[in-house]
């Protein structure tokens, strides 16, 4: 069981916006940053999101990252077929001494 | 481009010994913190343990602390996980990453590895 928790699944069409969310702790999201990470299939993980809220180089302006309290969210603006993938949440954890990731949120775009 | 680079895909048997490689391509991993991260048969992401290259001080993951070893040859600029008696439950992909940070305010995995699947089966 992972230490942050999002949901399973999402969906959108085209163009839609997307939330994802992600669950914390005290110990982690409460007090932490968040970083975001976009997992396409058969690929290895990308940074999308780091500092809860910062794009790395490269990165659309339509992914955009916040914190609230032992919460965080990715949203994803102007949905595109490409952006159709795995998302993991992850977080600085105190008793861990490193992150935890969250299970995942598998996206799909319809 | 800067890359990272893992060995090829393993298959051994349980009780085997195992070391895989993560050599920074086209570029020194000086100032650089190598972590390894976990995907079991899907499954999510798991932090393993992580290494400074520059003074290969490690760093691990409760969870893991003990039944891996990281280390790392900074002059080749590679980082390394090893397994001393692998098992079944260890079937996995292996993903190293960097970040120039590891703090708990400003760390963040910025380049991944390919990944490199570990099977093990008798």
């Known amino acids: 069981q992972s230490a942050l928790t999002q949901p399973s699944s999402a969906s959108g069409t085209p163009g839609q916006r997307v939330i994802i969310s992600c669950s914390g702790s005290?110990?982690?999201?409460?007090?932490?940053?968040v970083n975001w990470f976009q997992q396409l299939p058969g690929t290895a993980p990308k940074l999308v999101i780091y500092?809860?809220?910062q794009r790395p180089s490269g990165v659309p302006d339509r992914f955009s990252g916040a914190t609230s309290g032992t919460s965080a969210s990715l949203t994803i603006s102007g949905l595109q077929s490409e952006d159709e993938a795995e998302y993991y949440c992850?977080?600085?954890?105190?008793?861990?001494?490193?992150?935890?990731f969250g299970g995942g949120t598998k996206l799909t775009v319809l | 481009e800067v890359q990272l680079v893992q060995s090829g895909a393993d298959v051994r048997k349980p009780g085997e010994s195992l070391k895989i490689s993560c050599e920074g391509s086209?570029?020194?991993?000086?100032?650089?913190?190598i972590g390894w991260v976990r995907q079991m048969p899907g499954k999510g992401l798991e932090w393993m343990g992580i290494?400074?290259?520059?003074?290969?001080?490690?760093r691990y993951s409760p969870s893991f602390e003990g039944l891996v070893s990281i280390s790392a040859d900074k002059s080749i600029s590679t980082a390394y996980l090893q397994w001393s008696s692998l098992k079944a439950s260890d079937t996995a992909i292996y993903y190293c990453?960097?970040?120039?940070?590891?703090?708990?305010?400003?760390?963040?995995?910025?380049?991944w590895g390919q990944g490199t699947l570990v099977t093990v089966s008798s």
């Open positions: 990453a960097r970040t120039y940070n590891w703090n708990d305010v400003a760390w963040g995995f910025d380049l």
């Open positions: 086209r570029s020194s991993l000086s100032n650089y913190w």
């Open positions: 290494i400074y290259l520059d003074d290969s001080h490690s």
């Open positions: 005290s110990s982690n999201i409460g007090r932490k940053t």
């Open positions: 500092t809860s809220n």
């Open positions: 992850a977080a600085w954890d105190d008793s861990l001494n490193g992150p935890v």
